[in-house]
């Protein structure tokens, strides 16, 4: 029997994992994580690692609820068993557009990032790019990609879709970096695999995942064939480790209290991946050299999280205008005509996000492999309003929270015995409303707008899936400027001379 | 035999009218207008109707091109017979995809407004809401509806949805305005059916359409029941004359050049519709005093009616972005990175608005009919961006073009023994294109941002299916701002009292 | 007596003409003009240029009245008699201040551009840049521009400031243009003087001007040096004429009402302005091969000329504004707090260009000559939101008026026996104001919006003065952004190793 | 003598203390403040909160500093003598405008607020107020502020001037609380003075001032007379006490880094300042009961620190938009054209501020007190503006500076023996620059758009001096849009019949 069947052979319907599983899971790693110059024992009860980790396991924890199965459970493809939604192939744009809504929904129940995307995002990338690959060029990484792919379903298991380099200097190409490892290489070929060395940047939920998917982060040229590399490893692998980044406000978790932080049980995290010589062995090499493949398979990851964001940061930006609803309800501002008018704006600015998530899956179309691909343009055009939006949503739940967001004293005051009285007394809106829930929705604006959840609603959405300018250049290419100067001059008249 | 039946006993297997069809059609029209204080004998040949004429006719002529097929024409779910599509009920979400794809082929092909989208959007919306009164009132308004749709369908007709009164002053309901004729009503009951008083403004393409469909234009109570009243009637019928509405460059088209008038061949209209007492017979009223779905009438051919912009509109800028990168060509500037970047820009506010336009049509549902209604909030995100990036749009192309589009002599020059040759040496910009046909594309954006065509691309982007107020009242309403507040609080940890 | 002396020594205290006085002074130039391929005769009285002439006579006429004295006149720094400050060079910042508030009011006044600016910012540039090309090259031109500038204010001319090429392909310098003429170039040096061939385009004015003083367009080197010339002639001198550019609804203007032209008595022009082999006495030559001086002229006219509009744009607005609110209170609307911040959004964006006009002249500077030069980093930030808030602007009263404003019918249809009732009836309003009145305060907003003067408001506020990207061009010079560097390091405490 | 006289006579000619003298001043003062939960025993060197204690110390260094004697200081006109311009009435537009320019000198310089403002403006609105209230009401409240005034001077105070109450429920004035303390008011009137209770919310400098000089929020009635109350007070008189406002990432001060903090010198705060039954002699009393004038010194007060913004910001912006340069510098990015233009972007929307507030200094005008105000209109021009471009050019910053602003680890990581090598080498831009001054500036643009800092130029640019909807009231009432309306009448020939 080849893998295939006997992963279909195995007894159980469905792969999912609970979350208490999930989080078990975990445990059972050996990762090497460096978080403020200190090696950490045990990732999954950090203070500041643990509410990234609650994002994530929301992405099991819902696909247990009969409510959610319809959005956060897909049948493979592969196997007939029920997946969770994020180990699955879209096989339709119906898959397509309930991935977004699936996205939207876990951006309202976590008010974060839930980290999980880049996993489901790489694999749909990956599965046409190896096909085409193997079409073209008579390899088989389609082959090794399908039986990692059978594991990650059977295991339900979180998968980091790690793709952006370092880059160091920004005007040269890997080959030509001072540094030789700016970028992720081959730096031996050996009959059993191959050694690499390099880092990822900015990867979110590496820390929580079990597997990484590494893929290369530029189109690249022949020169650049060693750094065309695409491998799966096990996120404690031998070799690998990680150094957890910094967010704004994130010690406001070690402090211990649940008001200040915000959002006290989710958040998310991005971390640097070392691969310090780290052996892969061929069955799980899925690129090596096909240099031509990097910028198709660049191009399809980051159209796949380029839709990602017309879901997710619209589910976040719910929370958000919902929290400015609150403020103003709490203040007793919320019939002023500017406040209803602002709120408005904000649900305006949200919903056109999720049009053009929505749309660029409803137009998406069949690969060669069989996968669904979203619309390209579309896609872009998404993400490029992902980069303006939400920034504008911020700003007016600014606007509408007032200046107590960044002048309210801390939780301990709220809480001393000396004052707290007065603070309860002075902050008080409404009469009928506790001054503490005042505080905490202030919080959760604050939390969002400038601490830990900022990084991912404003600063992650300029920058992941690519900045600005990548998308710019992908509608230049995509948005057929020639035909559009052939429709006007049959309007205008202009018949050229052959 | 029912005329359901006899209709689909007929020969033909396509209702199908070529464009010379259509053409005659209208000249058999006897219809009383008004333009520029003088009774019009000949609509279709008059110089400044014409173009109007020539972008409905298209919506036939396309019709007949097998390479459109799929988007132009449509099966009819009455009678199984290939109708245009202008004349079909949405009976999925693909058929809503479709009506918006043939919206922006229009506006490619026709840089214009081709005014037939109105009928459409009226019957879809009438359809499902008489569906609705009957079963809930036990009157049988939809029988009538679905007799006049089977002659529609038969006759390949282009109907005017009308709906815009006059309104008078803002602040006053329909029955307490100064003139009781503000807004369409019923004067006289009789057995064999109603006279109705009024007018309807704004009237897109009514001069070129051979029905009319009234509906109400606002939300009623009770006191205003004699104004919630809809019908069809021929659009020559006794009592209906027309006044025709003057355009930014009208006259021009009565100059007889080419160049000058932006758009040679396609243009659009409106008109004031008014009723002077006149008898519809009961058989074609749709509505008599039902005043409680006057509201939901409105709602949905606003809906539909807004959806259809994130269609035609992006049609028409697909024309404008064309025709600014031809201007840039034309002058050398095209390599400019700000150029180009302002190009993007534009191709990425268009998409946008298609972004929207699609997305409110996936997400489309079934009515009671069996007939789909757009999302309703999507739509209405969709409209409120229509009155805003149509304007940024068109000042990039403004922008690109360059001040020689509003300083530019006149075709006359252009072609005068005396200095035509000047004309042509000082206007020339890169050697090897004529001065002619920059000055065509200049002409064209000139149209589109200043001329005739500015009035269906920037106005009416602002006005039509409704002012921009109108959309924001409707994203308040069904953006579910509760349900936010909810998300909120379970985020930020507050728990309310019972 | 030198001609600073003897100008002095005569009687007069003021040189001001009156308007009648200005009127009869173009009837007696001999100025050839082309319009529409004929040959204008009379163009004082033409019905397309007349109204611009009026502008322009506003600026006499305005003059005359003792409110506006302060603005509309000056004391000659020369003879120290009162002239118009449109002849005057600026001898402090409150006389720079005051250029502003002056062109407020003719905006306000006219809704129009008047035209008379771009001879006032020619004058004034050329004072200083003349003073310091003689100062370096011990040249004598400052002494000839002065001898022109005594008689400029003796006369009270309208002078033509006249410097945009027609630039050919935008990729060539000047002398690699395949027609060399498509800038205005020296073709002849002769004893007596220089011959001169060429054209400028996008001439404000030309038509209504006595005398037109012409400079180059941009910075040039040395293979273009007989392109940097320079130079005063008569606005009828042999080997020139005119080509009249024409505007949307232009033609308006010949239908001999008075509502749908939307202001029926003022207007603007641009024309281009053909050197055909003209004869320029070196008396009168003010820059002849000093190509490292093009520069600095092109940017101080260009500079002062960007300050104008953060005068003469804010006035056309103020009355757009105005007529935005009549079209509220005339359709019963202007208690909508929707209403109320669109109007508040409309004055908000329009003081913000006016706090830049008052800015950069409050923040001028002495040069050399002792004329005062505007801030110049502060007139391009000025212009560079010229290009974008009157379109703002534009769109807003657009919404505010409603769609009316392009679907009413024409005045004739209003003015006729058989409808005119009809119209009357059916486009009313609030019952207390005439329909007349509200079909002229909509045709006004259509004007500004979309007609003859949205040439002005809109297309020029883009391109006037210089397109968009050149006012980009001096902020990136003018903003000093190493200085800025340096306040970012101290405070990040980056020290950087010599 | 009069205490002018005597002050007059005193020895010295300036009156300016050094750095540190103003540090030693404030160890002697006895403020009460709490900080988390705890009472701070030694403000001046908490971590926390001596950063802002740097920023106003730098008001009294740059005085002492020559090339910085014109714009920091002035000469009083009430003794001559030379003082901070921070103790000092406006003589002069001129003043007005050094004011603003002094205030982007210490914004470059602090890269943060510096606080002061606040006690200048309360001053200036207080002259003319108390002037023009013993003008009408024969109160001598003018002569004890120029009394306070004459000793602020002498001793080179830093003032805090309170005016935002707690404000409780927006909707109920301050008599109609629940809690008659969300306003502060007089509770008693005593022979020798009154008592007054309530609190001052978002007190920015509160901490680092000598005196507070206290006035009402809001325009009062009759009801709200005990409301409309001014006086001043030792900061730490008798029954003051204040809690500190805790701001987005204010513990990495505990850390003891430099570079994760971001600015490492300077900072800013807000506090509560509660008056617990605090005794006024009448001496400091400056208002008590005159609630009719409550609303021009509101007004007058906004109406100066709406003005200020147009100053500190910039300068803040100044150093934000260099350290965007810097960081593209620092990854190779600079040259790209995209890059080059959204630096122009944030000068040109920063300088756009600055033309603000210099044009409603330079419009400044006399008031009766002879202290002058600036031009109304234009300074809520300007503060409106802030409410909105700060957001564009941090958004801006944040899309150049890239993700790893968000995703960077710690110092302790780039210290860590173990893994600092690592950090360096994979944070690495281009080859030249250290990694550690990468870092530094990517963690200053990181506090100047989501740190500590971020609360002083996003959200205090948001609300400080007023929220957005306040700016608009005064803007829709200046604005003088019945005078707008009688220009577009005489422009489209509207004639009302009498």
Redesign the interface.
């Not at 150094?243 to 406000?249: A, D, E, K, T």
């Not at 915000?262 to 989710?266: P, T």
């Not at 719910?318 to 929290?323: E, Q, R, S």
């Not at 929505?358 to 137009?363: D, F, M």
């Given at each position: 029997m080849s893998v295939l069947e006997e992963t279909k052979a195995s007894a159980t319907e469905s792969t999912l994992m609970t979350g208490e599983q999930y989080e078990e899971s975990l445990r059972k790693l050996n990762l090497k994580i460096?978080?403020?110059?200190?090696?950490v024992t045990n990732p999954v009860d950090h203070p500041i690692i643990r509410p990234s980790m609650n994002s994530v396991k929301m992405t099991y924890e819902l696909a247990q609820d009969p409510q959610y199965t319809d959005l956060m459970t897909a049948k493979s493809h592969l196997t007939g068993k029920t997946v969770n939604r994020f180990c699955h192939l879209h096989q339709s744009t119906e898959d397509l557009?309930k991935k977004v809504k699936m996205q939207r929904l876990l951006g309202?129940?976590?008010?974060a990032c839930f980290q999980r995307c880049v996993g489901m995002d790489a694999i749909n990338a990956v599965d046409s790019t190896t096909f085409e690959m193997d079409q073209k060029l008579g390899t088989n990484y389609h082959e090794r990609f399908q039986n990692f792919l059978l594991k990650m379903q059977e295991n339900d298991w979180t998968v980091d879709g790690a793709m952006?380099d370092?880059?160091?200097?920004?005007?040269?190409s890997p080959s030509k970096q001072?540094?030789p490892?700016?970028y992720v290489h081959v730096v031996e070929k050996r009959a059993d695999g191959i050694v690499v060395r390099g880092?990822k940047?900015?990867q979110t939920g590496a820390i929580n995942s079990h597997q990484i998917l590494v893929m290369p982060t530029i189109s690249m040229t022949a020169e650049d064939a060693d750094y065309a590399v695409a491998f799966v490893a096990p996120s404690d692998a031998e070799g690998i480790y990680y150094?957890?980044?910094?967010?704004?406000?994130d010690?406001?978790k070690l402090?211990g209290g649940?008001?200040?932080v915000?959002?006290?049980?989710?958040g998310g995290h991005?971390?640097?991946m070392?691969f310090d010589n780290v052996f892969i062995p061929w069955e799980n090499v899925l690129m090596c050299g096909e240099y031509e493949f990097s910028g198709v398979l660049v191009e399809r990851f980051a159209g796949y999280h380029r839709q990602s964001y017309g879901g997710c940061k619209v589910g976040v930006g719910?929370?958000?205008?919902?929290?400015a609803?609150?403020a103003a309800?709490y203040?007793?501002?919320a019939?002023?005509?500017?406040v209803?008018?602002k709120?408005?704006e904000m649900?305006?600015l949200n919903?056109?996000l999720?049009?053009?998530g929505?749309?660029?899956?409803?137009?998406g179309s069949k690969t060669a492999s069989g996968t669904y691909l979203i619309n390209m343009?579309?896609a872009n055009?998404?993400k490029?309003?992902v980069?303006?939006f939400p920034?504008e949503i911020a700003?007016l739940a600014?606007?509408i929270a007032?200046?107590?967001?960044?002048?309210?004293?801390?939780e301990?005051?709220l809480?001393?015995p000396?004052?707290g009285k007065?603070?309860e007394?002075?902050?008080?809106?409404?009469?009928s409303v506790p001054t503490e829930?005042r505080m905490?929705?202030l919080?959760?604006i604050?939390n969002l707008t400038?601490?830990t959840a900022?990084?991912g609603y404003?600063?992650?959405s300029?920058?992941?899936a690519g900045?600005?300018?990548a998308q710019?250049i992908m509608?230049?290419r995509q948005?057929n400027?020639a035909?559009?100067?052939?429709?006007?001059?049959?309007?205008?008249?202009?018949e050229?001379k052959k």
């Open positions: 460096y978080l403020q110059g200190e090696l557009v309202q129940k976590t008010a952006t370092p880059k160091g200097d920004r005007g040269l001072t540094d490892d700016m880092a940047a900015h150094i957890y980044g910094r967010q704004s406000c010690t406001r402090e649940s008001i200040d915000g959002n006290k049980k989710f991005e971390a640097l070392v719910d929370v958000l205008i919902g929290a609803a609150l309800d203040n007793g501002a019939k002023a005509s500017h209803k008018d709120l408005i649900m305006h919903e056109t999720y049009a053009c929505i749309s660029c899956s409803a137009e343009l579309l055009v998404c490029q309003n980069t303006r920034y700003r600014e606007d007032g200046g107590l967001m960044v002048t309210m004293p801390s301990k005051d809480h001393s000396e004052i007065i603070v007394k002075y902050f008080q809106g409404v009469a829930q905490r929705v919080r959760l604050e400038l601490g900022a990084v404003r600063t992650e300029m920058h992941g900045s600005p300018q710019r509608i230049s948005g400027l035909a559009k100067k052939e429709l006007a001059k049959n309007i205008a008249g202009i050229e």
